[in-house]
T-cell receptor, first 118, second 113 residues
C-alpha cells in the first residue's frame, strides 16, 4: 500500500555499520508494526509500536536492534553493527488504534526496505 | 498463542484451473483471518478477511475463502487461475486487542500457460 511510506527502498551496508529504516504510517493510523522477511520463512513479527510507546517487542532480537515511534516524525527501525544475517526485506505496516472497537484488524503494508549487508 | 500453517510452499496450476491454497490456524479465542498477496519486490496487499460475520468471504481478483471452525481452516480458492495470479500468498491470524498479525510461511503460486 503506497500510503505507508518506507525509505530507503534499498540499503547496502558493510558489516559493522548501522542501518536505519524509516516508516511513515497511513494518515490517521497511530499504530506501527515491523516485520522481517527472509526467503522461505514468511514474515516474522518484530515489534509493535504506538506513538512514544512500545506495545510488543517480543520478536525483536535482544541485541543490536531497536525501534521507536516518536511523537513527531516516522517510526525508525535501527540495526547497529549489522551482520550478513541481517540481510532481508523489512516491512512496516500500520493500522488504526484499538482493534476490536469497530475496526477489523487488517494491517496496511508499505513496499518494504531491502537491506543488503556486504 | 495463535499460529498459522500453510500446507505447500509451492503450488503450480494450469491457466484456467482451480486454485486452492490451504491454511490452518490455531487460536484459543475467536480469530480474525486474512489472506494477503505479495508480488515480486512489492509489499503485501490484502485479498480478503474473515471477521466473524459470513463464513464465506469474497475478496479481490475473484478469490474467496471459507472459514471452517470445525476444521480450523481458512482455505483460499479461485475457480479459474490467470497468469496474473502468480505471486506469493500469505495467510494470517489475529485476535482482538493489542496483538500483532501472525503470518504463515507463505505459498508461492505458479500459473502455467
Amino acid at each position: 500500500n503506497a500510503d505507508v511510506m518506507q525509505n530507503p527502498r534499498h540499503l547496502v551496508r558493510r558489516r559493522g555499520q548501522e542501518a536505519r529504516l524509516r516508516c511513515s504510517p497511513m494518515k490517521g493510523h497511530s499504530h506501527v508494526y515491523w516485520y522481517r522477511q527472509l526467503p522461505e520463512e514468511g514474515l516474522k513479527f518484530m515489534v509493535y509500536l504506538q506513538k512514544e510507546n512500545i506495545i510488543d517487542e517480543s520478536g525483536m532480537p535482544k541485541e543490536r536492534f531497536s525501534a521507536e515511534f516518536p511523537k513527531e516524525g516516522p517510526s525508525i527501525l535501527r540495526i547497529q553493527q549489522v551482520v550478513r544475517g541481517d540481510s532481508a526485506a523489512y516491512f512496516c505496516a500500520s493500522s488504526p488504534p484499538s482493534f476490536g472497537q469497530g475496526t477489523t484488524g487488517e494491517l496496511f503494508f508499505g513496499e518494504g526496505s531491502r537491506l543488503t549487508v556486504l | 498463542a495463535q499460529s498459522v500453517t500453510q500446507l505447500g510452499s509451492h503450488v503450480s496450476v494450469s491457466e484456467g484451473a482451480l486454485v486452492l491454497l490451504r491454511c490452518n490456524y490455531s487460536s484459543s479465542v475467536p480469530p480474525y483471518l486474512f489472506w494477503y498477496v505479495q508480488y515480486p519486490n512489492q509489499g503485501l496487499q490484502l485479498l480478503l478477511k474473515y471477521t466473524s460475520a459470513a463464513t464465506l468471504v469474497k475478496g479481490i481478483n475473484g478469490f474467496e475463502a471459507e472459514f471452517k471452525k470445525s476444521e480450523t481452516s481458512f482455505h483460499l480458492t479461485k475457480p479459474s487461475a490467470h497468469m496474473s495470479d502468480a505471486a506469493e500468498y500469505f495467510c494470517a491470524v489475529r485476535i482482538v486487542g493489542n496483538t500483532p498479525l501472525v503470518f504463515g510461511k507463505g505459498t508461492r503460486l505458479s500459473v502455467i500457460a
